[in-house]
């Protein structure tokens, strides 16, 4: 039974994942990549647009409130961290503005982008 829930919680998660990213892409970023894994944790997406790279985090709930709740301040911090390990890697976006977005997708609704969702504090 856990097996199952945790299998539909999974595709729940890369359907919003495709979402998200095509809804950025018609809003002109690119995306540079998708479930990025670091040993801190996982970044859903990494987008550019301009000279702007965002680090986003996909929440998929039953309404936008319950969404944006769900980025906790632990996930913020761990998105934050695992930022700085791909910009290790990634030294040409140094340059960048960089900016921790959020999209928030709920049933029978467009995507909702929060640029600037929530600010790096080290």
Known sequence: MARRARRAAYRLGLAAETRAALWLRLKGYRILARRHKTPVG???????????????????RANRD????????????????AAHLWLAKNPGAMNATLRFDAVLIVPRQLPRHLANAWEAHR
């Open 66 to 81: 319950a969404a944006l709740e769900a980025i906790t301040p632990q996930a913020r911090r761990r998105i934050v961290e």
């Open 42 to 60: 996982e970044i859903d997406l990494i987008a550019r647009r301009g000279r702007t790279v965002a680090f986003v985090e996909v929440k998929a």
